[in-house]
């Protein structure tokens, strides 16, 4: 097994590490643009190999020769965020970047899984998946896991409870039309709304849609330990075909009524990618917020071809 980690900056290095920690792969390949950069970065981490106690091979190149034969490739090439800004903000420049290196990673492993990281989540999956020329269900984003992992936390910190025995459910684009559903969040089995009033639930669902931003404006930067481990999760899930159910960003063509676009759904995750949308039962209220976040996500796919119209995109 072979993972491709495109992007060695913050995402991507934390990816790799939490890929070659869970020891799943016997290859990590780290490419990014900046020389030395990621050989470097590979070579400390190997060097932690003996401590942690993972066997994996990790390297990092400037070309994509020692990528071929992948089987997943997650991709962090791109800006991140910065105070002030939204993810759309990255549209133009990620665009560019995610296409390009999809377009050159392919060519080697035209059997491989995609994972997309780049912002805006939602879009860089359409442009990585339309890049790739490959079926929809072997293209994906990671946003749901990311976002889970933080409405968890925030959970399992309100009731002073285990994170192992949180499990909630989150659907949507990866931005602050994000869909937490409280509904489907269970502690032990219990549902959360019988655990926590309806006040504090909003507070965390506000929270949660906004905790990417509450980490940039402390750092001057967007996050990378949970989302690292988030595109790490769902690597594992592909290799070791765990059927896991995740909320991933998938291709809905009529699922939930919704149309070509990549967006926030719970899946069932393996070898073949993205092997089913799992639809649950929503409220109108819950249905209403989705079409609103998938009215974004179109609204940014037509900026996207706007912008491709105008030449600012090649
Ligand atoms: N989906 C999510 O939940 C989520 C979470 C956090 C960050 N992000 C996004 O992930 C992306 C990466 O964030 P980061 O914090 O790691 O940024 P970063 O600046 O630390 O790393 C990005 C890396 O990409 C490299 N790069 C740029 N162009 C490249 C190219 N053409 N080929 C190869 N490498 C290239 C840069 O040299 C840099 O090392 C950003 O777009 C950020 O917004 C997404």
């Known amino acids: 097994m072979k993972v491709t980690v495109i992007g060695a900056g913050n995402v991507g290095a934390t990816a790799a590490e939490c890929v070659a920690r869970l020891d799943v792969a016997q290859e990590v390949v780290m490419v990014d643009i900046k020389e030395?950069?990621?050989?470097?970065?590979?070579?400390?981490?190997?060097?932690?190999g003996p401590i942690h106690g993972f066997d994996t091979r990790i390297t990092g190149t400037n070309d994509y020769g020692p990528t071929e034969n992948s089987d997943v490739c997650i991709i962090t090439a791109g800006l991140p965020r910065s105070p002030g800004m939204s993810r759309d903000d990255l549209l133009a420049k990620n665009t560019e970047i995610v296409g390009g290196v999809t377009e050159q990673f392919v060519e080697g492993?035209?059997?491989?899984?995609?994972?997309?990281?780049?912002?805006?989540?939602?879009?860089?999956?359409?442009?990585?998946?339309?890049?790739?020329?490959?079926?929809?269900?072997?293209?994906?984003?990671?946003?749901?896991?990311?976002?889970?992992?933080?409405?968890?936390?925030?959970?399992?910190?309100?009731?002073?409870?285990?994170?192992?025995?949180?499990?909630?459910l989150l659907m949507g684009g990866h931005?602050?039309?994000?869909?937490?559903?409280?509904?489907?969040?269970?502690?032990?089995?219990?549902?959360?709304?019988?655990?926590?009033?309806?006040?504090?639930?909003?507070?965390?669902?506000?929270?949660?849609?906004?905790?990417?931003?509450?980490?940039?404006?402390?750092?001057?930067?967007?996050?990378?330990?949970?989302?690292?481990?988030?595109?790490?999760?769902?690597?594992?899930a592909i290799l070791k075909d765990n059927k896991r159910i995740l909320p991933c960003a998938a291709y809905c063509d009529g699922a939930y009524?919704?149309?070509?676009?990549?967006?926030?759904?719970?899946?069932?995750?393996?070898?073949?990618?993205?092997?089913?949308?799992?639809?649950?039962?929503?409220?109108s209220d819950e249905r209403d917020s989705l079409e609103a976040s998938a009215e974004h996500v179109h609204g940014n796919l037509e900026d996207l071809e706007r912008l491709r119209e105008e030449g600012e995109i090649g």
């Open 36 to 48: 030395g950069m990621p050989q470097g970065k590979a070579l400390d981490m190997m060097e932690s």
């Open 109 to 168: 492993s035209p059997d491989s899984t995609i994972i997309v990281v780049a912002n805006p989540l939602d879009v860089m999956t359409y442009v990585a998946y339309e890049a790739s020329g490959f079926p929809t269900h072997r293209v994906m984003g990671m946003a749901g896991v990311l976002d889970t992992g933080r409405f968890r936390a925030f959970i399992a910190d309100a009731l002073d409870v285990s994170i192992r025995d949180v499990q909630a």
């Open 175 to 236: 931005g602050d039309t994000m869909v937490p559903l409280p509904r489907y969040t269970t502690v032990g089995g219990i549902p959360v709304t019988q655990l926590l009033d309806d006040d504090t639930i909003d507070n965390i669902v506000e929270r949660t849609k906004g905790a990417g931003g509450e980490i940039v404006d402390l750092m001057g930067t967007s996050a990378w330990y949970a989302p690292g481990a988030a595109a790490a999760e769902m690597t594992e």
């Open 257 to 283: 009524d919704l149309h070509d676009l990549f967006i926030g759904v719970p899946v069932k995750l393996g070898t073949d990618g993205v092997e089913e949308i799992i639809e649950v039962e929503l409220s």
